[in-house]
């Protein structure tokens, strides 16, 4: 192997870039070829993988004997009925329960118990039909007298350790909070939220007072009730206790889990009116405005006959895409509409306050997949005064040549961009990555070097009109080079 | 089996061995044959406790995982489901025991890991099943040895539970973990803490320590000092790309209970005889442990020391293979025969460490060789060859200069270089929709480095994420600012900067082949939370007050008492040991840098390493989405 020389590693453990001190890189590669090669070369006298010392692996990669592939083995073993690794007792089917009229589980189905609580205040009613707190009366095991009588501490610690415990003596509202400040006072999640149930017969309003005090205990309730999926009652509790942010946000969120869009549009609307912060109130706004233009535009577009959609015929349904994405579409199958249709990409730009610069990369991105040229031309036309026109863009044209070249755009068209890049270094790297011959050149000859024009006419063909290019300048004794 | 445990300071195999010793009693009061209903979940972490064998031997035949309708049939006597607490399994359980053969009963159990719930019993009660369970238990299961310095509580939603959904409960279990340790290694005199949860975490341990006061365990202290420290004090160090092997390991393909899952394709055994056989299509798994030799080297080195050790690896090994043609007399081959195991065993190791080396290459290192020659035209005094030319130079800019381009970001940010902009990368990374995670990792690292960020520059990112991306992750976004990891600058002066300097979060010259300092980890940046631990040990946190007032949270410092009779001895020149636990996750990054310093000449100290999980960057912004699975680009 070679080694780099004393003096580059001096260089190198030496010299100050941030992020990556790098020995050399052949040698890494090198390096990490050789341990393959010396692997795979090393002989192996005995093929047997199958020493107790290396963990056996299975054909899937799971170590042999790992839980989580015996649950596989087991179960897979069942689906195709090669039971032989197990011992077996009895293969008799069972019978089969499926086809018999009634469920089993129909017969345990939970009677609700009205009378054991109830919901705790008007605006929960609706919601009564379903059981929140568990049956807390009775103790689980005998001893009631014992367990009765117990102080909120002694009670807490049995709920602890799962011993038999009745909260039935917790009657009075300051013997429920005692209760429930002690179960905060032990951060134990699983007590403090049993601790609640006590408290679904008392009247909403004394409640909340109280509750207002006791912020841990209350926010172990919300995420009780938000995994439970009571987000209907969250979101009332919110707002009875003036977390009004959070309620909305909470209301919001429930979006998500409304598939029809129409319902999900009406959904949306029906949040517009919540409080949100301002800029919240906004993104909500925006949200519902897109999903109403998307269902339209969908609508239409559907049945659309229009040359454009038979040429490139839709993927996929435009229905709660992201605003870029919308933009992107439209700027593909409703480019050039006037301002005043939904779909048109000036229309979008304005109702969603696009910035320029998004607006032109997606724009570029839609025209260029179409590879109509002239209209990303006009993209960045700019009249000035005199009436001249002017190339102008907002993102830097090495990076309108970069998402030309993604689009396949043929060299010419590149070549008249990548004589817009201002910076000197990006322009002379763009012309090399996508090889447009007359700038490199042009730009080398104004650069006067006279070795970089000779190692880049070596790539070129020979007898091209580059290369031939190359040699007249060569030729050329007027210039003065400077190597 | 567990030799991974036992090479540390602290023999963590006891731990295992306890844990074990529960399993079993659980298991054999379901006296006959059993099947095992698995939560899917918990099959990782029992797979770091226990391994099939142990199960069989207790009679354990059968094993499913838990899903609607009916559980396959089996013919065993007792079937047992292994569940965490939620309410949704509870609904399965119920509808697995109701559809259950009633012509020939087995007996239902039910274990709840880590414990059972009030909650998840009620549901069983509404659902008509209460009744049907013989046993109903808790498995405690709070704190899991990983790793011979490494105990980790699995708990993937601890941090957004305690800081976005201000629900506690993982806390009460690690105080529950930290008390079952104290019961099996001593009761640690020195506490020490830094944020809300590290605080709430003591006075629980306090408290339940008060509680038992009369079951005093009679055991020397192994532990000399407990460092609790809150993910929220450092909100940085796991915003940022890791940079040793094993965290680039976790970055680029995650690493879940020990185990990781590799493209196949790298892995494709080539024996003799065998030619053209068909690519494996299954990911490759591979445990990853101390148990390792071969990994256990080099998984904490800076990737870029990991190619020159692998291959002095092979040379080493080339040479015992050698070895064979040395053996002359019968005693000698004897001698060669028996080494076999061991040198095909890390022949093996090698050949793995090599394909994944070449992946991660594959990924970083076209960025990383462009940043080679960049810094060569950069230092001008050198004697350019012609092989690097500026068109060879450009044909490497073609290739990815992801991974690079994102680095150098991180590394401007951390070094607090134009923070209060918009940076144009993160820009232009939305604009080709990036990975919306990655965006949100750079977007409150900016933050983070910045002490919030300008409203005017908040705004505009949000504006184009919600643009980009859809509107609904105006949740998300709501969620980073709740846990502070986005912020609006508020009045107060930008004090990273201070904190940066005071703690010397950032060193110029880190030496990635042979580290002098833990910022090697992060390729110059050393992670706040370990240099908190490193002060801590010395010269002590009195030097560094003003730092910690600007942190989150109160610092503090608890004694607890040693029964008089166990006072450790120290005898000169022996290592103290402090068990430094992350509340809110901890980054293989940082738990390379706390092995560096156990590892240090002078360090004095050793550290054992616990957490409520592993994570890195990208599982921990997802762990704080909402709806991340949805739509994700």
Redo the contacts between chains.
């Keep these: 192997m070679t080694r780099a020389k004393p003096e580059d590693d001096e260089?190198w453990?030496s010299?100050?870039?941030?992020?990556?001190?790098?020995?050399d890189?052949d040698d890494?590669?090198s390096?990490?070829k050789?341990?393959?090669r010396?692997?795979?070369?090393?002989?192996?006298?005995?093929?047997d993988?199958d020493?107790?010392?290396?963990?056996r692996?299975s054909?899937?990669?799971?170590?042999v004997?790992?839980?989580?592939?015996?649950?596989k083995e087991?179960?897979s073993s069942?689906?195709s009925g090669s039971e032989q690794s197990?011992?077996?007792?009895?293969?008799t089917?069972?019978?089969s329960?499926q086809g018999s009229g009634y469920?089993?589980?129909s017969?345990?189905?939970?009677k609700s118990k009205p009378g054991a609580f109830q919901s705790f205040s008007e605006s929960f009613s609706d919601t009564s039909s379903r059981?929140y707190?568990?049956?807390l009366r009775k103790p689980k095991s005998g001893g009631k007298d014992v367990v009765s009588d117990l102080s909120p501490e002694e009670t807490v610690?049995r709920?602890q350790k799962?011993r038999a415990f009745s909260l039935e003596k917790f009657c009075s509202l300051q013997d429920k909070l005692l209760l429930l400040d002690e179960a905060v006072?032990?951060?134990?999640?699983?007590?403090i939220?049993?601790s609640w149930f006590l408290f679904f017969v008392i009247v909403a309003e004394i409640l909340f007072r109280e509750l207002m005090a006791r912020d841990?205990a209350l926010?172990?309730y919300v995420?009780?009730l938000?995994?439970?999926g009571e987000q209907k009652l969250v979101v009332e509790l919110l707002k009875a206790l003036g977390r009004t942010e959070d309620m909305a946000?909470m209301h919001?969120?429930e979006?998500?889990n409304i598939k029809d869009e129409s319902r999900r549009r009406d959904f949306l609307k029906s949040c517009l009116s919540l409080p949100f912060s301002q800029?919240?109130a906004t993104?909500?706004q925006?949200?519902y405005t897109?999903l109403e233009r998307q269902i339209i535009i969908e609508a239409s577009d559907k049945k659309a006959v229009a040359e454009i959609f038979k040429k490139f015929p839709r993927k996929a349904s435009i229905l709660?895409?992201?605003?870029?994405t919308t933009l992107y579409y439209s700027c593909f199958y409703h480019y050039g509409e006037s301002e005043g249709t939904f779909s048109s990409p000036s229309n979008i730009r304005k109702t969603?306050r696009?910035s320029e610069?998004?607006y032109i990369?997606t724009a570029l991105g839609a025209r260029a997949k179409l590879k109509s040229w002239f209209d990303v031309d006009s993209l960045f036309n700019t009249k000035n005064w005199l009436g001249y026109t002017k190339k102008r863009s907002p993102i830097g044209f090495h990076?309108v040549v970069d998402i030309l070249h993604k689009n396949s755009a043929p060299v010419q068209v590149l070549q008249e961009y990548v004589n817009l890049i201002d910076d000197p270094d990006l322009k002379?790297?763009g012309a090399?990555?996508y090889k447009c011959h007359d700038i490199v050149i042009n730009t080398y000859r104004d650069l006067k070097d006279r070795q970089?024009l000779i190692?880049?006419r070596e790539?070129l063909e020979r007898d091209s009109p580059e290369y031939r290019k190359i040699q007249e300048l060569l030729n050329n004794v007027q210039i003065r080079w400077k190597n | 089996m567990a030799s991974h445990l036992f090479c540390g300071r602290v023999n963590l195999n006891i731990l295992r061995e306890a844990a074990r010793k529960d399993l079993r009693e659980f298991l054999d009061k379901c006296s006959g044959s059993k099947a095992i209903v698995w939560d899917e979940y918990l099959t990782g972490p029992f797979g770091l406790i226990a391994q099939y064998s142990l199960l069989k031997e207790h009679e354990v035949e059968k094993m499913f995982t838990l899903k609607a309708g009916r559980i396959p049939s089996a013919a065993v006597k007792n079937i047992v489901f292994f569940v965490r607490p939620r309410l949704e399994l509870m609904d399965i359980i119920a509808e697995n025991v109701a559809s259950e053969d009633k012509l020939q009963p087995r007996d239902v159990h039910i274990l709840f890991v880590p414990r059972r719930s009030l909650l998840c019993e009620q549901r069983l009660k509404e659902k008509g099943v209460l009744n049907s369970f013989t046993n109903i238990d808790e498995y405690i299961l709070d704190l899991i040895p990983y790793d011979g310095d490494l105990l980790s509580m699995e708990s993937e939603s601890s941090f957004r539970e305690c800081y976005l959904e201000n629900d506690q409960t993982s806390l009460y279990h690690a105080a529950k973990g930290l008390m079952n340790l104290q019961a099996l290694y001593g009761t640690i005199p020195q506490i020490f803490g830094k944020g809300e949860c590290a605080r709430h975490v003591a006075n629980m341990m306090l408290r339940m320590k008060r509680e038992f006061a009369g079951s005093q365990t009679q055991i020397l202290p192994v532990f000399d000092t407990l460092l609790l420290l809150d993910r929220n004090v450092d909100l940085l160090t796991p915003l940022a790309t890791q940079l040793t092997y094993e965290g680039l390991i976790d970055e680029i393909f995650g690493i879940t209970n020990g185990y990781v899952k590799l493209p196949p394709e790298k892995f494709a055994q080539k024996k003799q005889g065998e030619g053209g056989k068909e690519l494996p299509t299954e990911p490759k798994k591979l445990q990853l442990n101390s148990a390792e030799e071969l990994y256990a080297e080099i998984r904490d080195k800076n990737f870029n020391a990991v190619g020159a050790a692998l291959s002095k690896k092979a040379k080493i090994i080339s040479a015992a293979f050698e070895e064979r043609h040395n053996a002359k007399t019968v005693g000698e081959i004897k001698q060669f025969v028996s080494q076999l195991p061991h040198m095909q065993a890390a022949r093996s190791s090698l050949a793995n460490h090599t394909s994944i080396a070449e992946l991660i290459k594959d990924i970083t290192t076209d960025s990383w060789l462009y940043f080679i020659l960049c810094n060569m035209v950069r230092n001008a005094h050198l004697n350019m060859p012609d092989v690097f030319s500026q068109t060879a130079l450009l044909s490497c800019v073609s290739a990815s200069e992801d991974f690079f381009d994102s680095l150098t970001v991180e590394q401007e940010f951390m070094t607090g270089v134009d923070t209060d902009k918009v940076s144009t990368y993160i820009e232009d990374c939305i604009a080709q929709k990036d990975p919306l995670i990655k965006i949100l990792r750079l977007v409150c690292m900016q933050s983070v480095c910045n002490n919030g960020l300008k409203q005017k520059v908040l705004d505009y990112y949000k504006k184009e994420i919600l643009q980009t991306y859809g509107y609904k992750h105006i949740l998300t976004l709501k969620n980073l600012e709740k846990v502070g990891l986005l912020k609006p600058q508020s009045t107060m002066r930008n004090n990273y900067p201070t904190i940066r300097k005071t703690l010397k979060l950032w060193m110029e010259d880190a030496n990635e082949q042979n580290p002098n300092d833990i910022s090697y980890v992060y390729s110059g940046y050393a992670p706040l939370s370990v240099r908190l631990t490193q002060v801590l040990a010395r010269p002590g946190w009195r030097s560094i007050e003003e730092v910690l007032k600007m942190l989150p949270g109160p610092h503090f410092e608890e004694r607890q008492q040693v029964p008089t009779g166990l006072h450790k001895k120290r005898q000169p020149g022996e290592n103290r040991t402090t068990l430094v636990f992350f509340l809110g996750g901890v980054t293989y990054a940082e738990i390379a840098a706390l092995r560096f310093l156990s590892n240090m000449e002078d360090s004095g100290t050793e550290y054992i390493i616990a957490a409520t999980k592993l994570i890195n960057g990208t599982s921990w912004i997802k762990s704080l989405m909402d709806s991340p699975e949805e739509n994700l680009p």
Excluded: C
Aim: proline residues 4%.
């Design positions: 260089y453990n010299s100050k870039f941030k992020a990556f001190t790098f020995d890189e890494e590669f390096q990490l050789e341990s393959k010396a692997v795979n070369s090393i002989l192996v006298d005995d093929d993988e020493e107790e010392d290396v963990e692996v054909w899937s990669g799971e170590p004997g790992s839980i989580s592939w015996s649950v087991t179960a069942i689906r197990f011992p077996k007792i009895d293969t089917p069972s019978l329960k469920s089993l589980s017969l345990f189905k939970a059981t707190a568990p049956e610690r709920m799962g006072a032990v951060y134990d999640g699983n007590v939220t049993a841990v926010r172990h995420h009780y938000k995994e439970m946000l919001y969120k979006h998500l800029d919240d993104h909500v925006d949200h897109l709660n895409m992201p605003i870029i969603f696009i610069k998004q990369l990076r002379l790297s090399l990555k970089q190692v880049y790539k």
